[in-house]
């Protein structure tokens, strides 16, 4: 039965409390987004905001061929301005995906603003160059500094919690990268974002009103 010492409101209050933890990445809604003049901060702000992207790699299973998957991602904390601009993806051994890079690490990170609320709030067609995308491209490799775990878990466990009692054989990946192509208004693409601006790029964005 309820612990008579805490009685039946603490037992309903910790089990909204323990719903509202796996409920919050689904119900929060991120700022929006800089000025489409602001490609580095739009760049960013994506990378950030979505919680999942699309990576293509080249297949371990189909010879000469592109292979790609959606994957949760995390950027630090949701309801919080700082990241790193750097995707960081829990993966199996089992998994495909990380055959594919393991074989051979070069990849590429797709996002889209469709991936946020954005462009649903505001009735933008995925294709439009104003739901903006970024690919991410670069080489994989396994996450080993402790320090650098701990961010990529407290990212990951807090956007997508049941992560947090997956199986022993995942483990942390992250892009080392290489390329940054940004379309985010008409006019067509910057293939080569500049990197440094990219990685030193301080947030104008507040944090998540929820």
């Not at 089990?15 to 929006?32: D, G, V, W």
């Not at 580095?40 to 905001?49: C, H, I, M």
């Not at 959606?70 to 630090?76: E, I, L, N, P, R």
């Amino acid at each position: 039965g309820i612990n008579a010492e805490y009685g039946t409101n603490y037992f309903i209050q910790t089990n909204l409390r323990m719903l509202l933890l796996f409920l919050l990445p689904l119900i929060t809604a991120e700022p929006l987004p800089p000025p489409h003049e602001d490609l580095v901060g739009n760049a960013r702000w994506l990378v950030k905001y979505a919680n999942f992207s699309v990576v293509a790699t080249h297949s371990s299973f189909l010879e000469g061929y592109p292979f790609a998957q959606s994957k949760d991602v995390a950027d630090g904390l949701y309801e919080e301005p700082y990241g790193t601009g750097i995707p960081y993806i829990y993966s199996s051994t089992l998994a495909t995906l990380r055959k594919d890079f393991v074989k051979n690490p070069k990849v590429t990170f797709s996002y889209s603003s469709e991936f946020t609320h954005y462009c649903q709030d505001n009735k933008i067609d995925t294709d439009s160059p104003t739901c903006s995308k970024v690919m991410l491209s670069g080489e994989m490799s396994e996450v080993t500094d402790k320090d650098e775990i701990a961010w990529a878990q407290k990212g990951m466990f807090s956007r997508h919690p049941v992560t947090k009692f997956w199986p022993s054989d995942f483990s942390f990946w992250k892009l080392n990268i290489e390329n940054i192509f940004v379309l985010d208004y008409y006019g067509g693409p910057t293939l080569h974002l500049n990197r440094t601006e990219y990685f030193n790029y301080q947030p104008s964005w507040s944090t998540v009103d929820i």
